[in-house]
């Protein structure tokens, strides 16, 4: 029962950045990785990166080397700092919790507790 709302979405000229926070309510945050995933119109939802209990991050292959997940537990909030934007990033980016404390992989079925999304515009 963990509520999420993301923010920092916008329109970002390509090469810009943008750094995304999510907010959670509960008390049992820090026991369970949490997750980021965006969606652009007419397509499924996509892995964009995770971060387990301990810190250690995973990334897909579109946002390896350009994004960066962290987790402040002391204030229940995660985030996703955006560098080096491209058009192809533009969609709509939610953040969910992981389904159980140790991670099961980047299937968004292994997520829940979704936010309501923040719009990423990334210009030409």
């Known amino acids: 029962q963990v509520q999420l709302i993301e923010s920092g979405g916008g329109l970002v000229q390509a090469g810009g950045s943008l750094r995304l926070s999510c907010a959670a309510s509960?008390?049992?945050?820090?026991?369970?990785?949490m997750g980021w995933f965006r969606q652009a119109p007419g397509k499924q939802r996509e892995f964009v990166a995770a971060i387990r209990r301990s810190g250690i991050s995973s990334y897909a292959d579109s946002a390896k080397g350009r994004f960066t997940i962290s987790r402040d537990n002391a204030k229940n909030t995660v985030y996703l700092q955006m560098n080096s934007l491209k058009p192809e990033d533009t969609a709509v980016y939610y953040c969910?919790?992981?389904?159980?404390?140790?991670?099961?992989?980047?299937?968004?079925?292994?997520?829940?507790?979704w936010g309501q999304g923040t719009q990423v515009t990334v210009s030409s």
């Open positions: 509960g008390r049992t945050f820090s026991n369970y990785p």
């Open positions: 969910a919790a992981h389904r159980t404390p140790d991670y099961r992989g980047s299937a968004p079925e292994n997520f829940a507790s």
